[in-house]
T-cell receptor, first 114, second 115 residues
Framework: DTGVSQDPRHKITKRGQNVTFRCDPI?????LYWYRQTLGQGPEFLTY????????KSRLLSDRFSAERPKGSFSTLEIQRTEQGDSAMYLC????????????FGQGTRLTVV | AQTVTQSQPEMSVQEAETVTLSCTYD???????LFWYKQPPSRQMILVIR??????QNATENRFSVNFQKAAKSFSLKISDSQLGDTAMYFC????????????FGGGTRLMVKP
């Protein structure tokens, strides 16, 4: 494993459906981040984990969003009752944590809500 | 809260020439890092260069260098000898070292290198 992987790469869903994305970080990285990127914009922070603990959540993360990182390995991001405004690229990144600042990004999951 | 502003939505440069991308930021913190990330079309974001705020010396990585002006809260990226593979979106990003290493990104600059 040489990088962060995300699955699926693309997801088209109907408004009101639930979707779940997966992120597999670099194996020795204990921090994992989720960002959302809309077309033509920079990524916006959603949430992050240190090991299995979710330590910070952005106000962008409404009650319809939930993220988990069981056992401090892979993470899932679920969006319930999707809305058209949820259409975006969802990026996952991981890093070693304190003292090492470089974040490695996955290729993202592009969500389209129709 | 921190903000990062990139005032150039798009730029172009001829191959082999030099281009400078601008970035300004706003923060009340003293212990932070600044980054430039590159996002090629349909590919993942990768780190180009990093600057620690406590270091006065500007960071350099091969053809990439920064001009870090802490008092002015300015952090520009210079790309020398531009190559076609430099074509990408470039994002300036801020990280508060005391706040979980989350990144605050600017809106990006789309750079086109022309042959």
């Amino acid at each position: 494993d040489t990088g962060v992987s995300q699955d699926p790469r693309h997801k088209i869903t109907k408004r009101g459906q639930n979707v779940t994305f997966r992120c597999d970080p670099i194996s020795e990285h204990n921090r994992l981040y989720w960002y959302r990127q809309t077309l033509g914009q920079g990524p916006e922070f959603l949430t992050y984990f240190q090991n299995e603990a979710q330590l910070e959540k952005s106000r962008l993360l409404s009650d319809r969003f939930s993220a988990e990182r069981p056992k401090g390995s892979f993470s899932t991001l679920e969006i319930q009752r999707t809305e058209q405004g949820d259409s975006a690229m969802y990026l996952c990144a991981s890093s070693r944590g304190t003292g090492n600042t470089e974040a490695f990004f996955g290729q993202g999951t592009r969500l389209t809500v129709v | 809260a921190q903000t990062v502003t990139q005032s150039q939505p798009e730029m172009s440069v001829q191959e082999a020439e030099t281009v400078t991308l601008s970035c300004t930021y706003d923060t009340s913190e003293n212990n932070y890092y600044l980054f430039w990330y590159k996002q090629p079309p349909s590919r993942q974001m990768i780190l180009v260069i990093r600057q620690e705020a406590y270091k006065q010396q500007n960071a350099t990585e091969n053809r990439f260098s920064v001009n870090f002006q802490k008092a002015a809260k300015s952090f520009s990226l210079k790309i020398s000898d531009s190559q076609l593979g430099d074509t990408a979106m470039y994002f300036c990003a801020f990280m508060d070292n005391n706040a979980g290493n989350m990144l605050t990104f600017g809106g990006g600059t789309r750079l086109m290198v022309k042959p």
